[in-house]
Nanobody
Framework: VQLQASGGGLVQAGGSLRLSCAAS????????IGWYRQALGKQRELVAH???????NYADSVKGRFTISRDNAKNTVYLQMASLKPEDTAVYYC?????????????WGQGTLVTVSS
């Protein structure tokens, strides 16, 4: 199983980006999925989470600006980010619990860099 994160880049403050995380491999289903971020010199933090049933949770710092969604048919999760701020600058990672014929395990994507200029 691999998680491929994409969509990062350089954007001005106030702008928008959409991140994608696509899972591939011998996947039976994907349970919960989270987007995390790690800024330089800081610990990795949970930004947004979506359950298998579609329930969502967000860090207070991104509520009202970020939206997490999933397309189960494509084994893909998205993070729509709007009204970006310089403090959103970080490497963003996806993490998912994936069910395969061998059981369930958690996987990390490789990360995608988001840079927000002021």
């Amino acid at each position: 199983v691999q998680l491929q994160a994409s969509g990062g880049g350089l954007v001005q403050a106030g702008g928008s980006l959409r991140l994608s995380c696509a899972a591939s491999g011998r996947i039976l289903s994907i349970n919960d999925i989270g987007w995390y971020r790690q800024a330089l010199g800081k610990q990795r933090e949970l930004v947004a989470h979506i359950s298998s049933g579609g329930s969502t949770n967000y860090a207070d710092s991104v509520k009202g600006r970020f939206t997490i969604s999933r397309d189960n048919a494509k084994n893909t999760v998205y993070l729509q980010m709007a009204s970006l701020k310089p403090e959103d600058t970080a490497v963003y990672y996806c993490n998912a619990e994936v069910v395969t014929t061998w059981g369930r395990s958690r996987y990390w994507g490789q990360g995608t860099l988001v840079t927000v200029s002021s």
